[in-house]
């Protein structure tokens, strides 16, 4: 039965099963000023959302254009896509040679190092190579088996050979490295949307990209903003569950979605940068909530790469909310920390 979890500032308990929803307390009527709206825009391969209450008179289009400025503006910086992002002049440049970057790059790949040291190298930034060679990235679409075997032989974690001078807003590689920030970067985007709205006085949203969502405060009536969590079923979308968020964020990763097929078995796209290789285990998803959505982003892929066994045990050590669905014989089996935990 699928479960609703909820952020324990809100009214409802910490976890309550869907049944129970209708036992809960009324909720207090919208004040009547209010009135909610969505935005959206294509970003970044995908679309980013933005759900909200405001008063009748809001100008709905500046807030538009300031949302669809940031994310903008965090592809250009960061996208493995865009040969001329800063990103890529970073993996262009030789190593040791010194590359200035904009302080929210220079956030961004802090933040990927901290969690990059605290998971044991789970999270790796420094898979871009990897990325490519097993064609989920912008050079091939199919994997290359002697791209595989050079990419492999020349990995090395990112925590441990890139570094990082905030005060004069540069960074260097210390050997050939080539990062790949989507595992974080679509989450400071919805991070910076965050921010977009608190500028505009909105106090009442639920903003996304691609499934990494956060909520700024609570509906306008008090309650939270209720988001459905998928099940990690190959070809078709269904709810596992409901996910009820305030002054919250949310991030998922799984196999799911973009994979391939080599010799039978199906290799998903996120990278295992310690074995070099795809993710293989039996984790399907791996749901995380956190403050900033960044940190849930980058944290759902490294619970994920963890595995079943390593996975929770850092999730416990870190003293994360985390919800693991595992396939167990031919079954999902739920595993929750934190807020999720039954």
């Keep these: 039965m699928p479960k609703t979890y909820s952020d324990p500032a809100a009214a409802a308990p910490a976890v309550r099963p869907a049944a129970a929803r209708g036992a809960a307390p009324p909720a207090r009527p919208a004040p009547t000023a209010f009135s909610e709206s969505t935005l959206s825009g294509p970003a970044m391969g995908t679309r980013w959302s933005a759900r909200y209450q405001a008063q009748p008179d809001f100008d709905h289009g500046a807030l538009s254009r300031g949302l669809a400025r940031v994310v903008e503006s965090v592809d250009a910086q960061m996208s493995p896509w865009k040969p001329d992002s800063d990103l890529m002049r970073l993996n262009r440049a030789e190593p040791g040679h010194w590359v200035t970057l904009p302080e929210a790059v220079l956030e961004v790949l ?3 190092l901290d969690i990059g040291t605290l998971s044991g190298g789970a999270y790796d930034v420094a898979v871009g190579g990897l990325v490519d060679a097993w064609g989920f990235g912008a050079a091939a679409d199919t994997p290359d088996p002697a791209a595989i075997r050079h990419a492999a032989a020349d990995h090395r974690p990112a925590h441990l050979w890139l570094d990082l001078d905030r005060e004069q807003g540069r960074a260097r590689k210390r050997a050939p490295l080539t990062l790949d920030l989507c595992g974080i970067a679509k989450g400071y985007a919805v991070d910076r949307m965050a921010q977009v709205m608190a500028l505009h006085g909105v106090g ?7 499934g990494e969502l956060r909520a700024c ?6 309650r939270p903003w ?3 969590l998928e099940s990690p079923q190959e070809g ?5 569950g409901v996910i009820e968020l305030a002054d919250l964020s949310v991030a998922t990763s799984g196999d799911y979605r973009r994979w391939v097929r080599i010799g039978g078995e199906r ?3 996120t990278m295992d940068g310690r074995r070099a290789a795809p993710v ?8 995380v909530l956190a403050a900033e959505c960044m940190d849930a982003d980058a944290w759902a892929t490294a619970l994920l790469v963890a595995g079943p066994d390593e996975g929770p045990a850092l999730a416990r050590r870190m003293g994360l909310d985390a919800l693991f669905l595992l396939r167990r014989g031919g079954r999902l089996v739920e595993f929750g920390l934190g807020r999720f935990a039954s």
């Design 226 to 228: 209720a988001v459905a």
């Design 204 to 210: 009442h949203a639920l903003v996304g990209l691609d």
């Design 236 to 240: 078709r979308r269904a709810a596992h």
């Design 280 to 287: 293989r285990n039996p984790v399907a998803s791996v749901t």
């Design 217 to 222: 405060g609570a509906r306008a009536n008090g």
């Design 110 to 112: 802090a933040r990927a």
């Design 267 to 269: 290799l998903a796209h």
